[in-house]
């Protein structure tokens, strides 16, 4: 992966960041620094990985339940609206 400064800035907007330009200069230089090292795991022979396929992994089926207590809830969230639980925007919409 290479790190430049359009994907810093992308990253802190996601990230809602505000910094400096010297600050992200010092970013910049340590994330290169970080995946220079990380780097060297991939040229390691014989290693081996812990990662499992998803796709060959046997998935459960969805089973749908009835809530017991739906009401309890809803009188103990902070917001709700027609009968549904409302939480705040967690992605500004541009």
């Known amino acids: 992966m290479n790190f430049d400064k359009n994907?810093?800035?992308?990253?802190?907007?996601?990230?809602?960041?505000?910094?400096?330009e010297d600050?992200?200069?010092?970013?910049?230089?340590?994330?290169?620094?970080?995946v220079e090292e990380f780097s060297i795991i991939s040229d390691v022979e014989g290693a081996k990985s812990n990662f499992q396929?998803?796709?060959?992994?046997?998935?459960?089926?969805?089973?749908?339940?009835?809530?017991?207590?739906?009401?309890y809830i809803r009188n103990n969230f902070p917001s709700?609206?027609?009968?549904?639980?409302k939480a705040p925007n967690v992605i500004d919409e541009e």
């Open 7 to 20: 994907l810093l800035d992308y990253l802190c907007e996601l990230a809602k960041l505000s910094l400096k």
């Open 23 to 34: 600050e992200k200069e010092e970013i910049l230089e340590n994330l290169k620094e970080l």
């Open 53 to 71: 396929d998803i796709r060959k992994l046997s998935l459960r089926e969805d089973l749908v339940v009835q809530c017991k207590n739906i009401d």
């Open 80 to 85: 709700t609206e027609e009968g549904l639980l």
